[in-house]
């Protein structure tokens, strides 16, 4: 996502930045390379519990906007109860020199404007680039609805589009206010822009997605996205005081919300609605203009996360060999140059191999469509000691994808596979022990291994409870349940993986394997 203070460039905020260094093209990574723009010794890396920033900025500036993540990360995760399913980490880039910040931009980006950063989400992790004007208000909350998706994302909700971005927008005005945090501060130009035209039917506004005409990411202006934060910041600070149950019906109806993605019927969703909210779709936008034109909007506070202190992060100085193979990887990401896929080839090669380099050139592959390179690059990085969660998960789903692509009940891992398998899965769970991916995929892996490990099950048993989402989990273990004559059991977990279902997969890979309980139970030896 680019940023800016202009709405009047907005429009080009999703074209994410195709920009070629023409200038270096062809020559190789030396000591007499031209380096890339901002290339100087001015870099340092900065490492906070969830991300890491390579900063040309000061020290105060660096741990401050770290600092700043780490909170909108808590109050996201205190506030949404939202839980890493997939991993996916972050890095930052914050330049302290516009010139070298424009310099990845694509001409038709360059020009008079001010320009803020930007977000880029892929397979190995995802980038936040920002420019020296990144804490201005209006930057700094385009960068927090950013990362608010990324965090979305990764929790494996598919909400609908409404409430995907009105809650980003909610989220996205946290600040600080002595020893609490202020949450759901009013956006003025949605106030401005809602107190001059006619809301939406809610019927209209939940059937929005991204094919919508109403739907514009790289706008973010239009009514759709401002009543859909209004609607948002209504039920959570419009409505005090609001009765306990009145609030248990809220967060239903958010639940829902989150976990249909906007697939339900339109009938089933107004009906949920009406039930939970005590209103009609009608009574609702009533009291929505009212609110628009009378309400208060105050913000709602709690007191500032127990997160680890700016001054804690660790921080090192960058050379500017180490800096110069870091934006070539920025590069690479951006518009996959191949003066900058060279750099990374050189620096993954030799003793000393460079393991950030082997997952970027995995991800490259993989938007190539080259998913045998990539799985050859990834397993690579895992050899050579990669930690990363989000590229083990990726490697572990490609050698599975030609197993696990469909159901068969009579294929069984072989055990060279599955213990390799189980290696990368649980390294993983190691580095990320709050996922869910992992635990799913080692279900699985134990579900059709030709010798099940029972310390595995029961790692995956012991985390069941935590897992969003959990029907694949919960079929798999119904699987190997019902492969060892345990069918009650079998059946109880198939119960909760329908009951649990969030894709029409679980449910047609629930019935397949009820007809295999069926045919294990009849063909069982009875017990005297």
């Not at 302290?96 to 931009?105: K, P, S, V």
């Not at 950013?146 to 409404?162: F, N, Q």
């Not at 804690?312 to 934006?327: E, G, H």
């Amino acid at each position: 996502m680019i940023l800016r203070h202009s709405r009047t460039v907005r429009s080009l905020c999703r074209l994410f930045l195709c920009f070629l260094f023409t200038a270096i093209a062809g020559r190789s990574f030396g000591a007499d390379t031209e380096p890339f723009a901002g290339v100087d010794d001015r870099w340092s890396r900065y490492e906070s519990p969830h991300f890491e920033l390579f900063s040309q900025a000061g020290e105060a500036e660096s741990r401050q906007i770290l600092h700043r993540l780490e909170l909108v990360r808590a109050v996201f995760d205190n506030q949404a109860q939202a839980l890493e399913a997939r991993p996916n980490p972050v890095t930052v880039y914050l330049f302290a020199d516009g010139e070298a910040f424009r310099a990845y931009l694509p001409p038709t980006l360059q020009g008079p404007q001010r320009l803020s950063g930007f977000y880029l989400n892929r397979p190995d992790r995802s980038v936040i680039v920002m420019s020296p004007v990144w804490d201005a208000k209006g930057a700094q909350r385009l960068i927090f609805h950013e990362y608010i998706h990324h965090l979305s994302r990764v929790s494996g909700d598919t909400p609908a589009t409404w409430f995907d971005e009105g809650i980003a927008e909610y989220f996205s005005t946290i600040e600080e206010d002595g020893d609490h945090l202020s949450l759901g501060l009013p956006i003025l130009e949605h106030l401005t822009y809602l107190r001059r035209v006619h809301l939406m039917p809610l019927a209209d506004l939940f059937a929005v997605d991204h094919a919508s005409a109403a739907y514009n990411e790289s706008e973010r202006a239009g009514l759709f996205y401002a009543q859909s934060w209004l609607l948002l910041h209504y039920w959570f600070c419009g409505r005090e005081p609001m009765t306990t149950a009145q609030r248990a019906a809220r967060e239903r109806f958010f639940n829902f919300v989150r976990a249909e993605g906007g697939q339900g019927s339109s009938a089933g969703r107004e009906k949920l609605f009406t039930e939970c909210m005590g209103m009609s779709y009608d009574e609702a936008v009533r009291e929505l203009e009212t609110y628009v034109q009378g309400g208060n909007y105050t913000a709602s506070r709690m007191p500032i996360p127990d997160i680890d202190a700016a001054e804690s992060y660790a921080a090192a100085p960058l050379s500017k060999n180490q800096i110069t193979v870091l934006l070539a990887e920025l590069q690479l990401r951006v518009v996959r140059s191949p003066a900058a896929k060279k750099i990374l080839v050189e620096a993954s090669t030799g003793y000393r191999r460079d393991l950030r380099a082997l997952e970027v050139l995995g991800t490259d592959a993989v938007a190539d469509g080259d998913m045998n390179t990539a799985r050859e690059l990834w397993e690579q990085a895992f050899a050579a000691g990669s930690t990363n969660a989000s590229v083990l998960n990726e490697l572990a789903s490609l050698q599975t994808n030609d197993w696990f692509n469909r159901l068969d009940v009579d294929f069984r891992l072989p055990p060279p596979n599955a213990n390799r398998l189980r290696s990368v899965l649980l390294r993983s769970i190691e580095n990320a022990p709050g996922q869910t991916k992992a635990y799913e995929l080692l279900a699985w892996v134990e579900a059709v291994a030709k010798d099940p490990m029972p310390a595995n099950i029961n790692l995956v048993q012991q985390h069941l409870s935590s897992l969003r989402p959990r029907d694949r989990t919960l079929l798999a273990l119904a699987f190997t349940r019902a492969r060892f004559g345990d069918f009650a059991n079998a059946r109880l977990m198939l119960d909760r993986a329908e009951h649990d279902a969030t894709v029409p997969q679980a449910l047609r890979w629930s019935r397949v394997l009820r007809e295999y309980v069926s045919r294990r139970e009849a063909i069982a030896p009875r017990k005297s």
